[in-house]
């Protein structure tokens, strides 16, 4: 059974707050999905639901965003990983670095496309159908009529289609800390690149 429990003289610091919805997430779906070791919920469409959920709370455009073109651009850069490296919930915790936190937003994308292929409310059947005894594959077909490969196989290239070009820079309109502003991010560059950035006058802003 999942709980969550916070330590709220902590949790309240965080602007915005997004780790309670997040859990609260997968509290709801092992609540829906009965999962168990035989049948466990895919590790990203677990936690790319619950990060998606993240993004409903106000002032959260810039991890939105974030997510979104680090997606893009860890397939454009040949850093993504595939569906079925997502897939085990303990290969997932035992990453750690870059690739544990690129992992959320490659799973957050994967969610959204499935959201838009078939609606939010066939994902919470499959869930449902799952809840009933079969494995995701299993379920993914009975809602939907079609094989899960078909999406496992477009995925990246899906993903990488996020972006019109590369690189490129993508901005959102609150900055981190919840706060009204301009944010930035660049994608598609080769992992560890150097940039400079420039003001109006041409004189350096950061680098």
């Known amino acids: 059974t999942y709980r969550v429990a916070l330590n709220w003289q902590k949790a309240k610091e965080e602007v915005p ?6 859990e609260l997430t997968h509290m709801m ?4 999905a009965k999962p168990t070791l035989a049948k466990p919920v895919p590790a990203w469409l677990n936690e790319g639901s619950a990060t998606l959920e993240e993004f409903t709370v106000a002032r959260t455009k810039h991890l939105e965003v974030r997510h979104r073109y680090s997606a893009a651009s860890m397939v454009a850069t040949r850093t993504a990983l595939t569906v079925a490296d997502l897939t085990d919930q303990d290969a997932w ?4 670095g870059d690739v544990f936190s690129g992992q959320y937003r490659e799973a957050s994308q994967l969610v959204r496309l499935l959201r838009e292929d078939i609606g939010v409310a066939s994902v919470t059947r499959i869930l449902e159908v799952m809840g009933g005894g079969q494995i995701f594959e299993q379920a993914y077909t009975t809602v939907t009529g079609k094989a899960f490969s078909a999406f496992a196989a477009n995925a990246l290239t899906r993903l990488q289609a996020i972006a019109p070009f590369y690189p490129g820079i993508a901005t959102a309109d609150d900055e981190p800390g ?3 502003g301009l944010s930035y991010v660049l994608y598609g560059f080769t992992p560890n690149s150097t940039v400079r950035s420039t003001g109006r006058r041409g004189c350096p802003r950061s680098q």
């Open 29 to 32: 779906i092992e609540d829906v």
């Open 93 to 96: 915790n035992a990453r750690s």
């Open 178 to 180: 919840g706060v009204p």
């Open 17 to 22: 707050l997004t780790t309670l919805r997040h």
